[in-house]
């Protein structure tokens, strides 16, 4: 798990699209896309419920959001 993962995380789930995190961390909404399969893979859970092109936080996302709030505080 990486920091820019975990970054990319808290950005989809301000904003709720990938389109929009993109926008915010200055990536293209596939590699937002990629970095959130690749997290939820590693974590063996999703943490998004897709709807059309909106994301919502399903209960593993929202827990996951103190963690990852702390990790990147920390790291930064």
């Known amino acids: 798990m990486?920091?820019?993962a975990l970054k990319t995380f808290?950005?989809?789930a301000k904003h709720g699209t990938f389109a929009a995190a993109a926008k915010e961390i200055g990536l293209t909404q596939a590699a937002?896309?990629?970095q959130m399969?690749?997290?939820e893979s590693e974590l063996s859970t999703?943490?998004?419920d897709r709807v059309?092109?909106?994301v919502i936080l399903n209960t593993s996302g929202r827990n996951?959001?103190?963690t990852a709030t702390?990790?990147?505080s920390l790291y930064g």
């Open 2 to 4: 990486s920091i820019r």
């Open 10 to 12: 808290l950005a989809v």
């Open 32 to 34: 937002v896309s990629m």
């Open 37 to 39: 399969k690749a997290l």
């Open 46 to 48: 999703q943490l998004f």
């Open 52 to 54: 059309g092109r909106a």
């Open 64 to 66: 996951l959001i103190p």
């Open 70 to 72: 702390q990790i990147v």
